[in-house]
C-alpha cells in the first residue's frame, strides 16, 4: 500500500507543476499584450503614431512619419 501513496503524491507534485507552469506562461503571454497595447495608445497619445483603417475595414496601428 506504501507504494500507492508514493504514485499518488508524485502525481500531485507533478500535477501542480503543470498549473504553475501553465499560469507562468498565461502571466507572460498577458503582460506582452498589455505592454504592447499601453505602449501603443501613450505613442497615439503623444501624437507619434495614429490608428488608419485598412482595405478590409479594420483599425490599423501605424507610426507617424518623422518631419
Known amino acids: 500500500m506504501e507504494g500507492g501513496k508514493t504514485v499518488i503524491s508524485f502525481l500531485k ?3 501542480y507543476w503543470i498549473v504553475e507552469s501553465v499560469l507562468f506562461f498565461l502571466g507572460i503571454l498577458f503582460g506582452a499584450y498589455f505592454g504592447e497595447s499601453g505602449m501603443k495608445e501613450e505613442a497615439v497619445r503623444k501624437d507619434h503614431a495614429e490608428w488608419v483603417v485598412d482595405c478590409a475595414g ?9 518631419k
Open 13 to 15: 507534485q507533478y500535477l
Open 58 to 66: 479594420k483599425n490599423q496601428f501605424k507610426w507617424k512619419e518623422c
